[in-house]
Every structure is written in C-alpha cells, then in structure tokens.
C-alpha cells in the first residue's frame, strides 16, 4: 500500500519524490501550489517513508510508472502535471512514454539517468555501499558511506543534515536498502530517440555539480534538448556555490505553476 495526502484545489500536480527521500522532499513543503489553485498529490514511493515495502522486491521503473497510474485512479484524476526529482523524474518520463494521455506537462528535476551509456561497475557499488552502510549501521551508516568529500565544501554541513533528516523518515529502512540496490540497475527507457514522442509543455530543473555531483549538469542540460517541449533552468556559477534552484520548494513551486499554466488539461 503506498501512503500519500491531497490537498488543496484546482489543475492536479503529482509530487514524484527521488530514492532515499520521501513525499516531502520534493518542494520542502512548500505550499505555494495549493495556495496558486492546484490540487497537489503527494505520495511515498513503494518502500519509502510510510508506504509498504514491495514484497516481490520489484522496485524497477515499471513498477514505479505502474504505480503512477494507480495513484491517479485512486484519487480520481484523469489528467495531470508530473512532478518528478531524480528517480522521481524517471518514472515520470515512463509514465509519460507508457500513457501519454494522462500527462498534461513535466517537471523533471535533477535527472541522472543517460540512456546512451549503462552503469558502470564502479556507479554501482556506489549504490550498493549506501544500501550496506544503511542495512548494518542505520542512517549513521548511510552517512558515513554517502560520498560527501565529492561536494563543494560549503555545502557539505546542509547536505548531511538533509540526509540524516530523509533517512530518518522511513518505517522500512531495509525496504530502502532494497530500492537502493534494485533502481540504480532499472532503466526508465531504452534510447533518447523515445524521448521526441513526449509532446507536453516541460521543465528540466538542474543543478551545477558542485552541489549536487550524482545529478550532473550536463545530463539535465541532455534531457532538455531530448525533449521537444522541455526548457532548461538551473541556478548561477558562483563562488561560494550557491543552494540549487532544486532545494527551494517555494521557486520549484512557481516554475510548476508556470509549467501548470501552460498544461492543456
């Protein structure tokens, strides 16, 4: 059973949060949306937050992008903009691939997936390593295995404190271990020559690498060209760097509006 909350009234959004996060983290709780006129669902991915574990341990894209589609029966929705952060993206180009008509646009933030190239071995035991440090030392564990020493300095202090505060919001943490070993080797779709069918207003949200290296720069900047519709913003060069466009629930919730706006629903 996946847990999740509606709120508000208007043009539907679906919040898709990314692996290891839960519904909150994709606008911070910001409720910008419902007060602009929307009716904003939000729901923990299987295995996240409070939503039950999957028991097959099937946790690849489409099981994900199936469960899309159930959501938005059980809430009544026909039509809706998807709102997707990292794995959250990828199951919402799925979904879009799989069932165009039910999409009315796309936020896609901070995707990482490339599908001109396949994980590497070393990619891979990255994602195993976080799934072991959080089987056998619980978040502290997760921590201590996330590679912090790859992001700028000044960000390092808010980016632990934000994975100590995520990791502690699941009831399932080893159905979390479980996603983390199983979505990394999930492919949300085959070629970037798939992409040219998504016909919807979009919006890729990047961040630069120096805050957020696992979600390249240039991979957002990809999926922005990929898709016919889709505009590309990610925040300015700066030194010190500066918070991602990505972390701001109340300016991820006005590009979603403006996104909304443009929608045919």
Do not use: C, K, N
């Amino acid at each position: 059973m996946l847990a999740g909350e509606l709120s508000g009234a208007g043009r539907p959004v679906v919040l898709l949060h990314g692996l290891t996060a839960t519904r909150r983290y994709v606008v911070m709780g910001s409720q910008a949306l419902q007060r602009s006129g929307h009716r904003v669902l939000a729901y923990d991915a299987r295995g996240h937050g409070r939503s039950a574990a999957a028991h097959d341990g099937d946790y690849g894209y489409p099981r994900l992008a199936a469960d899309i589609g159930a959501v938005l029966d059980a809430a009544g929705i026909e039509r809706a903009v998807l709102v997707g952060a990292s794995m959250g993206a990828h199951s919402a180009v799925r979904f879009a691939l799989e069932q165009p008509e039910r999409v009315a646009g796309l936020v896609l933030i901070t995707p990482a997936f490339d599908p001109r190239r396949a994980s590497s071995a070393q990619e891979l035991s990255g994602w195993d390593a976080l799934a072991h440090g959080l089987r056998t030392g619980g978040v502290e564990g997760f921590v201590g295995a996330y590679p912090l020493g790859e992001v700028a300095l000044e960000l390092r202090a808010t980016i632990e404190m934000a994975l100590r505060q995520r990791l502690s919001a699941h009831e399932h943490p080893e159905a979390v271990a479980d996603a983390l070993e199983a979505v990394p080797r999930s492919r949300p779709f085959a070629s970037v020559a798939e992409l040219a069918a998504i016909d919807v207003p979009a919006l890729v949200v990047a961040s630069r690498d120096a805050a957020d290296p696992s979600h390249p720069l240039a991979i957002g900047e990809a999926w922005a060209q990929w898709i016919p519709r889709a505009g590309l913003i990610v925040e300015e060069a700066s030194t010190p760097p500066r918070s991602p466009i990505a972390w701001q629930g109340g300016q991820l919730s006005r590009l979603i509006a403006q996104v909304s706006a443009d929608a045919r629903m």
